[in-house]
Nanobody, 118 residues
């Protein structure tokens, strides 16, 4: 099994940048992909970005394209999300997730709060 832990959340102003990190442990050679999700108050959790562990190919939710960049370090089993030009609507709890198959994400972190003030 894979365990993941997020870090790096905080309170910033609109237009600022923030970098989230996720550290994976356990059976990391079994990681297929990792991703970031977020959940704003009163809303459902939504996909933000993902990265395939083998080739580093990425996917982004439309509203973060051009502003957020996901990356990974296979050797260190870490993943990060660089968030630039943050907007108040980016305020949410951000979750790191890992999958060991194409079916679903099966390991989730506790979440880290990102708050963007206007």
């Amino acid at each position: 099994q894979v365990q993941v832990v997020e870090s790096g959340g905080g309170l910033v102003q609109a237009g600022d940048s923030l970098r989230l990190a996720c550290a994976a442990s356990g059976r990391t050679p079994s990681i297929y992909s990792m991703g970031w999700f977020r959940q704003a108050p009163g809303k459902q959790r939504e996909f933000v970005a993902s990265i395939f562990w083998s080739d580093g190919s990425t996917r982004y939710e439309d509203s973060v394209k051009g502003r957020f960049t996901i990356s990974r370090d296979n050797y260190k089993s870490t993943m990060s999300l660089q968030m630039n030009s943050l907007k108040p609507e980016d305020t949410a709890v951000y979750y790191c997730a890992a999958s060991t198959s194409v079916v679903r994400y099966d390991s989730w972190g506790q979440g880290t709060q990102v708050t963007v003030s206007s």
